[in-house]
């Protein structure tokens, strides 16, 4: 056979000329599969094309019989063209009739010829064809042929793809491989349902530019960028950009791993040779080494396929001269962005306006980007896996996190139903904003203070948005997790100073600092500890370290002047940490006394309800503080021992048990009698039946998410609180594992709107 190797880039520029020339789409392809036949001197050349529902058909051939064309059609997986296709991968064989998945078509008089090199078109991932060469003598091709015919199927690929050889494949009969409709399940993060084009966060370069005559400026042009590459990854590992990129230190690990992996630079530099610019020699080989490591058994590789995926991207954009997010460029219609990871100073960059929803191929309910979505009103899906490679730029993408689904391409019925339920929730919402200015009083007179939680300035318009009555948790550590470095004094104070002027006349509790555990920050370094959340974190770091503790006091009493101030610490597990946090705050206002300067109006003080043991030193704490706000997510997780971020554990205690309602009433009537008053902050306040149940229990207070306080508004206005009392406090001492079927129940007979 005449060794194509040598010169690849002149058949390449005549298949793109014959592409581009004049004719019909059927007769340019009839060129094409002419033209490959005699420059590898192969008796048979035939490209077959992927239909809708899974069929190659033959769709030009030179050396079988014409009449074949349009008739001869196999499954993916059928037959050798079948097999190809399926697993994506090349196959070489000497003696192709002897193969085991070698099925006979008599239509195509392929009898004669013995061996059988094939080829899998890719474009963007998915398969849109086999490009086959056929030879009547026995004979394995060399490395170099194969290589040559995935540099032609490359180029051939983009060509079926772009020209309008789609839409005679199309042609009624469906697409080409690309274009069905395809539903990835993923993880609620952040709450909501959005419906939009998919947008890459970091986009996808597409790879026009295929042929090159110089390879020799191509590998320098790849030399550099590898370069390039390798810089970033070094400066993305240092410590303080890992807590802003979202990325954790195992992926960057991971990147570097394949950074310097000298096989992979190799293929792309063979690639390169073979006639292609660098760019879609990466791309290729990407392609190759994608199908390559799907198939391996090995678990670690397998797991680290997006990984890899990722970063051949990064280098392609890199060569391209396109490093930068999408976020630089406005969106121009309802996006639904599309990442790996996220970081939350990314999410920020956004502009809200069209903005609609997430989908990541990573994520997880904790991680800082998933507080700001969620405090964003962004739905937020986590954990898709295979999300980056399938889905294209611009196509349509549903994302329901309520339901854990992303649908790709989705079809005209997922389409209506879904709109159909954005368009109920956005009804939905924009009736609670109407109804913002109604006051949260039950039916039978009870007024109920409805507080938002909050922590960052992107909150503060959801104040008057929802109506709610203030800030009953400002989650201070939220700017300290987005930030690279420790927030300085006057950056706290600015922050604090804004919060209260949004806030006017509303009051504002600030949370100090509930740093550690799972919210850990760069600079503020501490041991790996086996349990977390029992360890080293909120008031324990800051009584351990009081200067930060101070810092943050000293920021708030500048920022409140001639205001009052309410101050609040989080995981209070005894008595003597309020005392001693007290003290702190003492000092920081007899320093403002000797300075002269100018203090708040009032200091009040008070403390989160988060630890179990404090519900039993209520007697020595309640004369010790101004009000209590009892934090239900950290509570209910030491109450029943389960930790709160453990997906198997979540549904496996319900707050609406007898026992832990019975040790929220013991609060609140503790609270009540003493004349201290007493907020609900966790999440189970955002709920409106459980906040149903809560109010039967004495509590009149809630700070919940803002998108919450619609919902437990309307629940408020239709409830008689001393009906829900009589009906629950008996029901306290019941045996049951939870009292949720019996007040859905009582909800229902009530007319309770939940
Ligand atoms: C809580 O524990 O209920 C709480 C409100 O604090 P966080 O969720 O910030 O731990
Ligand atoms: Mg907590």
């Known amino acids: 056979m005449y060794n194509l190797t040598s010169r690849p880039r002149l058949l390449l520029r005549r298949l793109h000329k014959v592409m581009a020339g004049a004719g019909s789409a059927q ?3 009839n060129k094409v599969v002419k033209e490959i036949a005699r420059n590898m001197v192969a008796e048979v050349c035939s490209v077959y094309l992927a239909r809708s529902g899974g069929e190659l058909e033959l769709f030009a051939t030179e050396g079988l019989k014409p009449e074949a064309v349009h008739q001869t059609r196999l499954k993916f997986g059928e037959g050798l063209v079948g097999l190809i296709a399926f ?11 002897t193969h085991p998945s070698f099925v006979y078509r008599p239509e195509t008089g392929e009898e004669i010829y013995h061996s059988l090199l094939g080829v899998p078109l890719v474009r963007h991932g998915r398969v849109v064809g086999v490009l086959v060469v056929q030879n009547k003598v026995t004979r394995r091709y060399s490395d170099e042929e194969v290589e040559a015919l995935q540099t032609i199927s490359m180029v051939l690929a983009e060509l079926v793809g772009t020209g309008d050889l789609l839409e005679s494949a199309n042609n009624g009969n469906g697409t080409a491989g690309a274009g069905q409709s395809l539903v990835l399940d993923g993880q609620k993060l952040a709450d909501g349902i959005a419906s939009g084009a998919a947008v890459f966060h970091e986009p996808k370069v597409e790879v026009t530019q295929l042929i090159a005559d110089d390879a020799e400026q191509e590998i320098s042009r790849l030399q550099e960028a590898f370069d390039t590459m390798r810089r970033e990854l070094d400066r993305m590992m240092s410590v303080a950009e890992i807590a802003t990129a979202g990325e954790h230190r195992d992926i960057l690990e991971t990147y570097k791993m394949f950074a310097y992996d000298r096989g992979w630079q190799r293929k792309i530099k063979d690639a390169i040779q073979s006639g292609l610019t660098a760019e879609a020699a990466v791309e290729r080989v990407q392609q190759d080494m994608h199908t390559q490591m799907m198939r391996t058994s090995d678990p670690y590789l397998r797991e680290r396929l997006s990984d890899f995926d990722d970063l051949a991207h990064r280098l392609i954009r890199i060569l391209a001269g396109r490093t930068g997010t999408a976020a630089e460029e406005p ?6 962005i599309i990442a790996k990871s996220l970081g939350p100073s990314e999410l920020l960059d956004y502009d809200r306006t069209y903005l609609k929803g997430i989908a990541l191929e990573e994520g997880s309910p904790t991680a800082h980007v998933t507080i700001i979505a969620r405090a964003m009103g962004i739905p937020m899906i986590g954990r898709v896996r295979g999300i980056l490679s399938s889905v294209e730029d611009g196509e349509n993408v549903i994302v329901d996190c309520e339901g854990g689904h992303v649908f790709i391409r989705p079809t005209d019925d997922i389409v209506e139903t879904y709109q159909d339920n954005i368009a109920i929730r956005e009804a939905r919402v924009a009736e609670y904003a109407a109804q913002r200015h109604l006051p949260a009083i039950s039916r039978d007179g009870v007024p109920v203070q409805l507080l938002m939680n909050g922590g960052l300035l992107i909150d503060l318009p959801n104040l008057d948005a929802t109506g709610a009555g203030g800030i009953g948790l400002f989650r201070t550590e939220f700017q300290f997790m987005v930030s690279s470095t420790l927030p300085r004094l006057d950056t706290q104070m600015a922050l604090y100073r804004e919060v209260m002027d949004a806030a006017g006349d509303k009051p504002v509790i600030f949370r100090t600092l509930d740093l550690g555990g799972d919210k850990s920050v760069p600079f503020l370094p501490h041991d790996r500890e086996e349990n977390p959340a029992l360890g080293w974190r909120a008031i324990r770091v800051a009584l351990d370290r009081p200067a930060l503790l101070r ?10 002047t001639g205001r009052c101030l ?8 005894d008595v003597s940490e309020v005392r001693d946090a007290k003290d702190v705050v003492a000092k920081e206002v007899r320093r403002l006394e000797k300075l002269k300067k100018p203090a708040p109006a009032k200091i009040r003080i008070g403390c989160m309800l988060e630890v179990p043991s404090l519900a039993w030193q209520m007697n020595s704490l309640l004369p010790e503080v101004d009000f209590i706000s009892i934090g239900t997510n950290d509570l209910m997780q030491f109450f029943f021992a389960s930790d709160r971020a453990n997906p198997r554990l979540a549904d496996r205690y319900d707050l609406l048990s007898p026992a832990a309602l019975s040790l929220i009433q013991w609060v609140v009537k503790t609270c009540n009698e003493a004349g201290v008053p007493v907020t609900l902050c966790g999440e189970m306040g955002s709920r409106p039946l459980e906040a149903m149940a809560l109010m039967g229990l004495g509590l009149k207070r809630l700070s919940i998410s803002p998108s919450a306080i619609g919902p437990v508004r309307t629940m408020v206005r239709s409830l008689d609180v001393k009906a829900v009392t009589d009906f629950l406090l008996p029901l306290l001492n019941s045996p049951d594992h939870s009292l949720r079927e019996k007040l859905r129940s009582f909800a229902k007979d009530h007319a309770v709107i939940i």
Do not use: C, G, H, W
């Not at 810092?551 to 920022?559: C, D, G």
């Not at 309410?566 to 597990?573: E, K, L, Q, R």
């Open 27 to 29: 007769s340019r392809l």
């Open 331 to 336: 969106l121009k219609a309802d996006t639904i």
């Open 87 to 97: 697993n994506a991968l090349p196959l070489n064989l000497p003696e192709a009739s």
């Open 566 to 573: 309410n101050i609040m610490f989080p995981m209070i597990a």
């Open 551 to 560: 810092y943050q006091i000293r920021a708030l009493l500048m920022a409140a």
